[in-house]
């Protein structure tokens, strides 16, 4: 079974400076992709970004980039010039075959 | 709707009574899943519809906890003779079947109350 792996349960970061969230998965697959979702105070989740496993360039979407290591199942989110509005539980999640697979989550503080 | 909407958005029911919480997700959609979030914590799988396939509910905590799905229309969870500890927000989420590319769409949740 396809297990995410996320180790911090909570992170801090100094508004405008730069934060990483590490995210580790187990896969036998090949064909698969990885998404960064956060959820705001208000509980809606959004898709931050998503990762094609058959590609080795990194994802970035403005200040949200990853570190895509597929031999290590790694994909880290970088999040930076952190804003005030970052504050929120960060999901890591992996997707084969049509089913997805949630990591634990990490709540990231922003602080002013 | 454009989105996955769940109903009611908050339930606070007695404990003992059973409470039944409505998915509808997008059209189209042939994955749904139901996740349990308690405050602060991060997400509980607890079972996934994909299609007319057997639904997985390996994640259901109890068999007070049952969930069904027509087709690839609406979901309801329901919750037998609830307890104060199944106090918590139920989300549930649905996805396409397109290959690997499946990003889940979250409904706004259900925020459940056992007083």
């Known amino acids: 079974a396809q297990t995410v792996t996320q180790s911090q349960p909570e992170m801090s970061v100094q508004e405008a400076e730069t934060v990483t969230l590490s995210c580790t998965y187990d896969t036998s697959e090949s064909d698969y992709y990885l998404f960064w979702y956060k959820q705001p105070p208000s509980r809606q989740m959004i898709l931050v970004i998503r990762?094609?496993?058959?590609?080795?360039q990194n994802a970035t979407e403005n200040r949200f980039s990853v570190n895509f290591q597929k031999a290590a199942k790694s994909f880290s989110l970088k999040i930076s010039d952190s804003q005030l509005g970052d504050a929120a539980m960060y999901f890591c999640?992996?997707?084969?075959?049509?089913?997805?697979?949630f990591g634990d989550g990490t709540t990231l503080t922003v602080k002013p | 709707g454009a989105g996955v909407s769940q109903s009611p958005s908050n339930k606070v029911t007695e404990k003992g009574k059973d409470v039944e919480l409505r998915c509808d997700p997008i059209?189209?959609?042939?994955?749904l899943y139901w996740y349990r979030q308690r405050l602060g914590q991060g997400l509980e799988f607890l079972i996934y519809?994909?299609?007319?396939?057997?639904?997985?509910k390996s994640g259901l905590p109890s068999d007070r906890f049952s969930a069904e799905r027509t087709g690839e229309s609406v979901s309801t969870l329901t919750i037998q003779r609830t307890q104060q500890e199944d106090s918590a927000v139920y989300l549930c989420?649905?996805?396409?079947?397109?290959?690997?590319?499946?990003?889940?769409?979250f409904g706004q949740g259900t925020r459940l109350t056992v007083v």
């Open positions: 519809f994909q299609g007319n396939s057997a639904p997985d």
């Open positions: 059209s189209g959609h042939t994955a």
């Open positions: 990762q094609e496993a058959y590609k080795q």
């Open positions: 989420a649905s996805s396409p079947w397109t290959s690997s590319n499946t990003e889940a769409f």
């Open positions: 999640a992996y997707s084969a075959a049509g089913k997805s697979t």
